[in-house]
């Protein structure tokens, strides 16, 4: 069964910083284009990272590069979102997602309809 289960969501002061855990079951992320989106009350899902497991290449939304890291750990089939530098207006819940992409590369990361596996989303809020 493909599963995917988000963590590390949270309450965090701004300025501060949080990890938040992709975890991988039932197929392995090898080829993978592993996203991760957010959607705050009110607003439409947006792109926030994708990772390429094909290639290593990583893509980041202007609103988060220079805070966020995406990064993966092999052996636990595990990938992470680094976010430093917290802001109010990063508060929302965090979903990760996935689609196959072989040995091509990515494209379109940041478009949901890309993806066809979704996690449960996380809690992320950012407030003094």
């Known amino acids: 069964q493909v599963q995917l289960v988000e963590s590390g969501g949270g309450l965090v002061q701004p300025g501060g910083s949080l990890r938040l855990s992709c975890a991988a079951s039932?197929?392995?992320?090898?080829?993978?284009?592993i996203g991760w989106f957010r959607q705050a009350p009110g607003k439409e899902r947006e792109g926030v990272s994708c990772?390429?497991?094909?290639?290593?290449?990583?893509y980041y939304a202007d609103s988060v590069k220079g805070r966020f890291t995406i990064s993966r750990d092999v052996a636990k089939n595990t990938v992470y979102l680094q976010m430093n530098s917290l802001k109010p207006e990063d508060t929302a819940v965090y979903y990760c997602?996935?689609?196959?992409?072989?040995?091509?590369?990515?494209?379109?990361?940041?478009?949901?309809?890309?993806?066809?596996?979704w996690g449960q989303g996380t809690q992320v809020t950012v407030s003094s």
């Open positions: 039932g197929f392995s992320l090898d080829f993978y284009a």
């Open positions: 997602a996935t689609y196959y992409i072989g040995r091509f590369g990515v494209t379109k990361w940041d478009n949901e309809r890309s993806y066809d596996s």
């Open positions: 990772l390429s497991t094909t290639d290593g290449g990583a």
